[in-house]
């Protein structure tokens, strides 16, 4: 399989992507052409002879069953290897199931479909209208529709690219819908589950055999609480400035004079003080405290050469109060 980049079907990528209040929705629309470039002829092969095996095995398996545990089991056994693809026993039909394994590899790289195969986890849509309606419903129910100013426009407000009728036209100019034979992936055991905070996913494939394309559409739900990505670190809060000691001179000279010791208390402000040092090892801390070292010297002195003064102020207040 060949991935093919086409820049009209980027919109339609980018529209398979948002955001709701309660889960993240990833999504994609792929193109491929099925013409084997590199190891996909190998895969072809490996899913071919699995394929094979699979069915010799449940051939044995028959024989060996006694004729009443042949009938209850005929129809799980599948001898006729009937499938969504048609008879498995054709060439052609395990051709597409291998074009679609093929796909979901190159689209999942960190998955490995051709470990389990099971025909069966596929289904054929009779009506590609029933599945573009699927879609179409899920996205506007998760989704709500951008307010636009032209009606059918297809760009939101914001510019990024929304769900609508022209996203089928550009999905339609590549691979001719009418034409395609359609499926949906509906795994017994969805690998994708295992992720943590996956809730859903949806899987649609549009194959056309004369173009020799196979579009795949796929969502998956993440729950915003178990796939929340990575961000940046909060930016340290910005240290605040330390208030100019020229402005505090003379309301700290009259702290000293009235209150004495107490002057020396420093009371926080609410509205400044967040109780957070934020990175003590900063060398802009250690000069906060280095000029916190200095005025509380300078205040050690002042209020040395304040006693004095107080004490000479109150004597005289006792000599006024003895003279009335």
Known sequence: MKYLPIRELEDVTTALNFDTADCHVIGGCDLYTTKAAGSDKKLYKEIEDSLESQHETLLKLSVSLSPPQAESLGASLN???????????????????????????????????????????????????????????????LRPRPVTVLQGASQSTTGSSAWGPRMWRLIDNEMDLRSCDVYTYLPEEDPFQGEEGAIWSIHHFFFNKQKKRVCYIHLRGMSIIGHTPLRAPIAPTPKKKRRSSVYDDGARKRAVFWLGERAGIDYADDDDDDMVIDNPGDDEVDNDLDLLDHEHALTSSRRKNRS?????????????ELDS
């Not at 960190?110 to 879609?135: G, M, Q």
């Not at 004095?308 to 006024?320: F, H």
Request: charged share 20%; proline share 4%.
């Open 79 to 141: 001898l006729s290897r009937s499938s969504a693809f048609g008879p498995l026993s054709q060439v052609s039909s395990r051709r597409t199931f291998a074009y679609l394994i093929a796909t979901l590899n190159s689209s999942h790289p960190d998955y490995d479909f051709s470990n389990i195969l099971r025909p069966s986890d596929f289904r054929r849509e009779r009506y590609f209208t029933a599945v573009t309606n699927r879609i179409d419903s899920t996205i506007y129910n």
């Open 308 to 320: 004095g003064v107080r004490a000479m102020s109150e004597s005289i207040m006792e000599t006024m």
